[in-house]
């Protein structure tokens, strides 16, 4: 290969990179600007995130504590992050799609860009899930624990730290948010051809199993929780397999459609 060659094949690299950049640049300034505007409300932001804990609780006067100067500073910050990241995700979503399409034929695209808008939905679903049922129940059950005192007797009272909550609450809403995209995952494995229907089908055993344990380790320790991230994930298992099913019927008549367009080709040649 001449040095003529090297330079004509480098250059379109340079190019991919530097469009990389630039919309790298575009999502990072995005998700700077919504950081500010989080924290800037990062209080009232926090104040909405502890409406799960009232309802379990049963009461809207609610204490929290941080034990170090700095930690509710900190708490803001993660409150401002989490909220940039999730407000600028589709912004983020659109840069992604925008560097990938021109290497993605027509068709390819159009069945790319339903994916994009599913997958924001489906993790709000999660998120929603856990704000409206999940969190207000696995707070009573962790409340339940406290403990009256008296003679003979200590008293176990619950006292939540800021930090604590935040990071309980956020780590269901990940973790939800996450499982949900199961549909999404599992639809372009299918489109890829890397699973099928059938498959899926057979190995529902392994996949009830996996998801008690993915639910064990990804909630906390409370069969609430763990209950209430199992069900919905193999109801999305069960969604996932139609799913797989509707991909292989439609490629099945693609190629149906295909081969009779040759067929006809080749007889009218004849």
């Known amino acids: 290969m001449s040095q003529d060659d090297i330079d004509a094949s480098s250059a379109p ?10 919309r790298l640049l575009k999502a990072v300034i ?26 379990g609780a049963g ?14 500073f900190f708490v803001q910050l993660k409150i401002a992050f989490f ?9 983020i979503a ?4 925008k560097f990938m399409a021109p290497g993605l034929y027509k068709n390819e695209r159009q069945a790319f860009a339903p994916f994009l808008i599913a997958t924001p939905i489906l993790f709000f679903m999660g998120a929603c899930l856990v704000y409206f049922l999940i969190m207000p129940l696995a707070t009573r059950f962790f409340l339940s624990q406290q403990q009256i005192g008296g003679e003979g007797v200590a008293t176990i009272e ?30 372009l494995l299918a489109k890829a051809g890397l699973v099928s229907a059938d498959w899926l089908a057979d190995k529902r055993k ?29 109801l ?14 439609r490629r099945a008549e693609a190629e149906l459609e295909e081969a009779e367009a040759s067929d006809s080709t080749e007889i009218s040649e004849t």
């Open 83 to 91: 909220g940039a990241v999730f407000i600028a995700f589709p912004v």
């Open 158 to 187: 619950n006292l939540q730290a800021v930090s604590a909550y935040l990071s309980l609450i956020m780590t269901l809403i990940f973790a939800f948010g996450l499982v949900f995209q199961l549909p999404v995952a599992i639809t």
């Open 30 to 55: 995005a998700v700077a600007i919504f950081f500010v505007i989080c924290f800037i409300f990062a209080d009232k932001i926090f104040n909405i995130l502890i409406i799960p804990y009232q309802w």
């Open 206 to 234: 392994y996949a009830i199993l996996l998801t008690f344990v993915a639910a064990a380790v990804l909630t906390p320790p409370d069969p609430i929780s763990q209950i209430g991230l199992a069900v919905p994930t193999l």
């Open 59 to 72: 009461t809207s006067e609610v204490r929290f504590v941080y034990t170090a100067l700095q930690e509710y």
């Open 236 to 249: 999305l298992y069960e969604i996932s397999i139609r799913m797989a099913r509707i991909v292989e019927k």
């Open 94 to 97: 659109t840069q992604v799609y």
């Open 13 to 22: 690299l340079i190019e991919h990179l530097i469009e990389l950049r630039q």
